[in-house]
């Protein structure tokens, strides 16, 4: 770096990454800054203004819970599927979450990650192994990463927990959940997307899958399933954000 772009870098202040403002939590981020290069060996590479960060608050206790999906379906071997959601998709998240999926904010992910992995901590959940839900191979070609593995990686490191990809995989694109509006076909249009690699044993054991939002849970419920029936002892959806009102009674 030359002594001018140093001397523009530190004359020029960063912006935030999520909504553009200044960012003046650079130096004075504590814990997250620590765990982020302790996982990363480096420092984080997005920036965040106080205000962003201080909107990442999770929901209290009694409204992080949910039943996979709200309305399960009729001889569903699997109605009772918990899925942990601490925070709603509103706010800084909803800004910031179309920021990693279309700008590449990989960083910002990751914070989702350290964020989450603190309140699992918290809430004491517990898994034999972690896994994401996998991007078709051609979107995550497209986007370079897939988010969800960016959210699961730092939360296994602070549940102290194994992190692997590709337990599951898309058979095909399914296309994007989020441009369906409709119920029945966002359900219809997961079914039978994801199989299990056979390479894997994972009997018995209790997986922890994790996805950045989950809006019906029909995408998580799918992925889930295909776990169960591979053998899984148990399987805890994790979903960093959401807009779902309909809460169990009893906590997984
Ligand atoms: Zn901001």
């Not at 809430?123 to 979107?139: C, N």
């Not at 989950?214 to 994790?238: H, I, P, Q, R, Y």
């Not at 959401?242 to 009674?249: A, L, S």
């Amino acid at each position: 770096m030359s002594i001018i772009t140093e001397a523009l870098g530190v004359l020029a202040p960063h912006k935030c990454d999520v909504c553009g403002g200044f960012a003046d939590n650079d130096d004075n981020m504590g814990m997250i800054d620590r765990v982020y290069s302790e996982i990363y060996s480096c420092r984080r590479d997005f920036h965040i203004c106080s205000e962003c960060l201080s909107g990442l608050v999770p929901q209290t206790k009694d409204k992080r819970w949910f039943t996979c999906l709200s309305n399960p379906v009729e001889d569903d071997p699997y109605p009772d599927l918990a899925l942990f959601m601490p925070f709603a998709y509103s706010g800084v998240v909803s800004s910031a979450v179309p920021m990693i999926k279309f700008g590449g904010r990989k960083g910002i992910a990751r914070l989702f990650g350290i964020l989450l992995g603190f309140v699992a901590l918290n809430e004491g959940i517990q898994a034999d192994l972690i896994t994401p839900v996998p991007l078709s191979k051609a979107r995550r070609e497209e986007r370079g990463f897939n988010q969800a593995f960016e959210i699961a990686y730092p939360l296994g490191r602070i549940l102290e927990r194994p992190v692997a990809e590709g337990v599951i995989r898309r058979k095909r694109n399914t296309g994007k959940q989020s441009e369906i509006t409709d119920t029945t076909l966002r359900a219809v249009n997961v079914s039978g997307a994801f199989e299990f690699d056979g390479s894997w044993d994972i009997e018995g054991l209790r997986i922890l899958l994790v996805d950045d939002v989950s809006t019906t849970g029909f995408t998580m419920k799918e992925a889930a399933t295909v776990l169960m029936e591979a053998g899984a002892g148990d399987v805890l959806c994790c979903a960093f954000s959401g807009n779902r009102q309909i809460k169990n009674d009893e906590p997984f």
